[in-house]
């Protein structure tokens, strides 16, 4: 009898190919990418939609800010709005 398989999740689309530590890094980036996050104006907490590289718009108020390339906020950016309250 087989073990089964592992959950490889977003990245079981590659199959065998590119090498596991490749998928496991980008399967990781991907999920901080999809991932819901808290608008910083309205508060709602939504999947962000990704106009560009580094440029989000918030699905429920429709604002257009800057973040980081595959998130919508970085942990520089984290820290500098910590610093400010």
Do not use: D, H, N
Request: hydrophobic share 35%.
């Amino acid at each position: 009898m087989g073990r089964g398989t592992k959950v490889v999740g977003i990245a079981g689309r590659f199959g065998p190919r590119y090498g596991s530590t490749l998928r496991k890094k980008w399967k990781e980036v991907m999920e901080r990418r999809y991932a819901t996050y808290k608008c910083p104006f309205c508060g709602a907490k939504v999947r962000m939609k990704r106009l560009a590289v580094g440029i989000w718009k918030c699905t429920m108020c429709g604002r257009i800010f800057a973040g980081g390339a595959y998130q919508p906020f970085t942990e520089v950016g984290k820290v500098v709005i910590q610093s400010k309250k």
